[in-house]
């Protein structure tokens, strides 16, 4: 899978906006320094109780030329903060020597862009993220420290999860972004959903929340920290909800507020998986239950999904899109009803806020019908047969009917109001209905993508897509550079046995050839065609997708993850050549004990149907290539692409099943002729 996204164009005027914005928010403090406290009902900022909203935006998953706006976006739909999450594998590619905070990497000024406009921060520093990102966030040289286990009570994890929080906390610190420092920071996170596996690690895992959280309070970073998912999370800590609904959560002390650290407004995508869609009705319902019921932090994972770039995505088997369904497209466009309805119902919440700070004791609650139910919230109690008199100075309420299926009408404050199906009311002063959760009045909009792609009138001739017609963009005719299938560089190595995928590639290519010879005899073919077989190839198990080169042609290929392969093969008498073509598509990101997982192949190789007994391929000697050539030699890249010898695509000359093909497009006409890669 050959797919590097890239960088989105950034036209003059977004580069001047940007360039003006970043000015602006270099100029440091950003608010007058305030502290950040909680209790029971709400977070304290600057000594009072809000109601916050917040967006999640990666971002690493856009251009820093993207973030402005993105962060604009989200403030205008109603966002009082920006969630994300810290990617230690992108500041840290190299143990302890390489740092990366630039480019997409840049999070300081991410952070800086956040408060120039205004808005909080909730930085989730995880370091494990999981976020369907590449090996949820661990750098893969963790899992060579020796006697390292990961997530779990030992030294040489703990070591180095410590070295890289301090590390961002101590640079936020110095960066003055705390609020305290006048800096848009108001919360942090440590570890994610650390619940979810804990049990895996026995008493291991209880201490390890325990240190996880003592180690976080001892950076005194001076703002609260969370874990989302951690019923057993240590009283100094807030324990969160990630859900899709949220509205039944309690955190495990009176004295937290309840957080919802993740609403998934929508889902991602796995290759050959559907693209996951909420609707925004239901999303609605889902934040306004949430407040209704006494929530107080909502965050929408994801407001902007974004682009995994390069070889981020996680596994198994994620795409390189990031879009989540999220109110703002993966191209940074708004995705319509979705951010406007949501839009509406922050700015109904936002109205009720007085009220559901002012209320200590939780709202009054009105039975309203038997799926029905009223939740209100007020200076003083509500004679609710009765309109909301003059000397009740605050009053919000909300009305639910959660039947799915039937509209009903409810008599409350003197009044009737009818609620649809599976719906909230939203009534800022115990009168009026500002909002509706399932009646969508904003504008609704449909994207039509025009895409540079090609018309394909001749598209199938002899088999082969042919790309080319002088009508479309395309100006040139394809170029093709055929793979060499096996070793094609001195970086090879011969050595006997199947190694494991990733200790030999260090996750620095996708891709790892494995190929061998095998001596065949004419009394093999000749058994073979008397008893009417075929030698099976059997590998044990693989992940995420293997190819199966005999003498040079493709014989088979699989997907899927810890998939046993059975592959019947085509061998001639003599010499033959078995080329396996081993290629991860984003590393587990999810689960426990992720240092063991590892890609590639595990237990037996080996070769059945021959006369005296199978073949065992895992104690043969395999020769060892990683990466592809073009890949080495950076042929995708305009100034490397001449280090191979590229050929015109001809309709009948396409041969191999591992081909780069090239094209030039112009973006626009400010650009310079981008390469396309396919
Ligand atoms: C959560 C996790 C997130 C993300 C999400 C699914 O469980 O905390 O990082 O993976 O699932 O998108």
Redesign the pocket.
Known sequence: MLGFPIDHGVPFVAAFVAATLWAAATAAVFFEPFNVSYDHRAIIIGGNRRMLISAGIHYPRATPDMWPGLIAKSKEGGADVIQT?VFWNGHEPVRGQQYNFQGRYDLVKFAKFIGSQGLFLHLRIGPY????WNFGGFPVWLRDIPGIIFRTKNKPFEDEMQRFVKKIVDLMKQEMLFSWQGGPIILLQIE??YG?IEGHFGQGGKDYVKWAADMALSLGAGVPWVM??QTDAPETIIDSC?AFYCDGFRPNSYSKPALWT?D?NG??ASWGGRVPHRPVQDNAFAVARFFQRGGSYHNY?MFFGGTNFGRTAGGPLQTTSYD?DAPIDEYGLLTQPKWGHLKDLHAAIKLCEPALVAVDDGPQYVKLGPMQEAHIYASEFVDTSKSVSENVSICSAFLANINEQKTVTVNIFGGTYTLPPWSVSILPNCIHTAFNTAKVTSQTSIKTIKSASPSYSNATKHGHVVPYNENTLFSNKWGTFQEPIGTWGNNSFTAQGIFEHLNVTKDISDYLWYSTRLNITEEDLAFWEKEDILPILTINKTRDMVQVFVNGRLSASKVGNWIPVEQPIHLVEGSNDLVLLSETVGLQ??GAFLEKDGAGFRGEMKLSGFKNGDVNLSNFLWTYQVGLMGEHTEIYSPENQENVDWKDLEFDSVSSSFTWYKQQISSNSQSDSPIFQV
């Open positions: 999450y993220v999981c976020a369907e994610n959903e979810n989302c998912r990630n993740e998934w889902w991602f994972y989540y990101n999810y």
